[in-house]
């Protein structure tokens, strides 16, 4: 129960400046704002709104070039005033932080029980032997099974989600009256993340402790907060009860950005699903079909772009095979987008590098364009590989930071030998207007790029050759809604005039349902279930598939609501 005789975390006329080659830029301004005890306040809005920013003054985290104006106060006390000495103590005891990707906070050569018993170590709070038993009773708060064994293990031998719920006990173990949780289900699969905010729940409601969620997800925000807060360019425009700003919001920034929000269809209440349909596939809703269907549609007279058939692939090591993938048929038909979703280590990536030609399987075939690349030399493989285009998650991690953009996205030409050098530049300025980017972002590096436009320049290069199959590997999952809608509608538009197939690989089934014509649904290998895009998401034939879809959060809490307890009576039903 929210207690809001006085808040634990408060804000007033707080602001941040910091100053920049192109001089002093505000950051948040005129900030005032409260989050009470048992309350899971949400701070939304796109990236640079001024959300991360206000969220690390509660911990007194900004950097030392920040100046800061106004006051935070943490239970009455004036966090921008604390000397270093404070700032140590208040951290971990007072206040906590879960941060978005647990791998980069985690130290990856310790013990997860040391990690967390080293909070209660550092603040006094237990002995060394004390603070080990004691983690294993937080591992056990928080859901991990088979905490005694699992102390023992470093981060890298446990899963995505594990990982998370080691942040929480961490942030757990002194009992703070705050947790601030930047982004701490972005990197997660659907399940793993309804799971994620079910222990976030409990945790309010068991322990009091107020929530300060920082996040850029509708779906989340609807499940667990109780109130929202919408920045915009470092100004607060909005606060109010979920269901208010959700439903009736005033301002029309978050009109906007929920409009932007893909949003799944309603379920069948029939849990057997549907017959199949005539005409099911056209009527998937999805973006690109309308032109697809009017153009090129789908053309069952030639080769498939990709077809696996009972394809197979196992990864050995230290004496032990593992199948990552289990005699997978799947098909795409030229100009047709295929959606493939499953959870973390389903095996969609692994389908997707087979797509590519990058591994070959134990058994079963590999088709591109009707042919084996792995039997293709020379000039026959390079002939295939022209045709392929690839998107990856991370344009980051995926453009050359030392390369301008005009000569990143002219990579495949090169390598290729296609077009002369003046070609090339006129092609590269073709692409980049294609993409909705100036042809002058030629000359500007990667870093210098929001990540959307990254993005956008990913696509730009992975359409240089013209490529009739495109592998698109979760491409949209770390990006703002505003900014995911316009990256979603440059692959639609692109993919209308140039008519490629594409695979598309997601977790996120909402933007899955808004640009594929069918869906493929992966678990444990395997794929369990495959049809029109719409007719999947609505009316699953899968135990499976249900779980996942109820697992998807939608920003509408009283829906949410409803999609929440479905889930929480299908979570413990056995796998077909």
């Known amino acids: 129960m929210t207690d809001t005789t006085s808040p634990v975390l408060s804000y007033r006329d707080f602001g941040v400046t910091f100053e920049t080659e192109q001089g002093p830029v505000q950051a948040v301004r005129s900030l005032d704002l409260d989050v009470f005890g048992g309350e899971v306040l949400a701070l939304v809005g796109e990236s640079g709104s001024g959300k991360t920013v206000t969220s690390l003054a509660a911990l007194g985290l900004l950097p030392g070039g920040a100046r800061v104006g106004g006051r935070v106060e943490l239970g009455g006390d004036s966090v921008l005033d604390m ?12 206040a906590s932080m879960v941060f978005q990707e647990p791998m980069t906070a985690l130290n990856p050569l310790m013990r997860v029980g040391d990690q967390v018993a080293e909070v209660l170590t550092n603040h006094g709070v237990l002995d060394r032997a004390a603070a080990g038993e004691r983690a294993v009773e937080l591992l056990d708060r928080v859901g991990i099974p088979e905490p005694k064994r699992r102390v023992a293990q470093y981060p890298h031998e446990l899963s995505g989600g594990q990982r998370q719920r080691v942040m929480i006990a961490m942030a757990l173990a002194c009992d703070p009256q705050l947790i601030v949780a930047d982004e701490p289900t972005t990197a997660l699969d659907v399940t793993v993340q309804a799971e994620v905010l079910e222990l976030l729940r409990d945790l309010r409601r068991d322990l009091g402790v107020a929530v300060l969620l920082v996040t850029h997800n509708m779906g989340v925000v609807a499940d667990i907060a109780d109130r929202v807060a919408v920045m915009y360019r470092g100004e607060l425009i909005e606060t109010g009860p979920s269901e208010q700003v959700l439903l009736r919001p005033a301002h029309d920034y978050t009109r906007t950005l929920l409009q932007a929000v893909p949003v799944l269809p309603r379920l069948s209440e029939d849990h057997t699903g549907a017959e199949d349909a005539a005409g099911a596939e056209d009527a998937a809703g999805a973006a690109v079909s309308a032109s697809v269907d009017a153009g090129t549609g789908t053309d069952t007279g030639t080769d498939a772009a990709l077809n696996l058939e009972a394809v197979t692939v ?241 920003p509408d809490p009283v829906e949410q609501h409803a999609r929440r307890q479905s889930w929480l009576g299908l979570r413990e039903a056995p796998a077909a």
């Open 83 to 94: 000397a270093p000495a404070q700032l140590q103590r208040l951290r971990g005891a007072r």
């Open 314 to 554: 196992e990864y050995r090591g230290r004496g032990d095979t593992f199948r990552a993938v289990d005699a997978v048929d799947l098909r795409i038909e030229a100009g047709r987008f295929v959606g493939l979703v499953g959870e973390s280590g389903s095996g969609k990536s692994t389908v997707g590098r087979c797509a590519l030609g990058l591994l070959r399987p134990a058994s079963g075939t590999v088709r591109l364009f009707g042919q084996d690349p792995h039997a293709l030399r020379r000039r026959a493989a390079r002939s295939v590989r022209r045709r392929l285009g690839v998107v990856l998650q991370d344009p980051g991690a995926s453009l050359d930071p030392r390369m301008p953009v005009g000569e990143c996205v002219a990579e495949p030409m090169v390598v290729h030998r296609t077009l002369s050098r003046r070609d090339r530049d006129a092609r590269v300025a073709e692409l980049l207007e294609s993409v909705h980017l100036p042809a002058s972002t030629a000359a500007r590096h990667p870093h210098e790029l929001s990540g959307g436009q990254r993005q956008r320049v990913s696509l730009a290069r992975a359409l240089a050759l013209d490529p009739e199959l495109l592998v698109a590997d979760e491409p949209t999952s770390a990006l703002d809604v505003s900014v995911q809608a316009e990256v979603l509608e440059v692959l639609a538009e692109l993919q209308r005039r140039y008519a490629f197939a594409c695979l598309f690989i997601s977790h996120d089934l909402a933007v899955v349902d808004s640009l594929t014509h069918r869906v493929a649904v992966m678990r444990l290998g395997r794929i369990v279930e495959e049809g029109p895009t719409r007719e999947v998401l609505t009316a699953p034939r899968d135990p499976y598939t249900r779980r996942l879809l109820t697992a998807a959060p939608v």
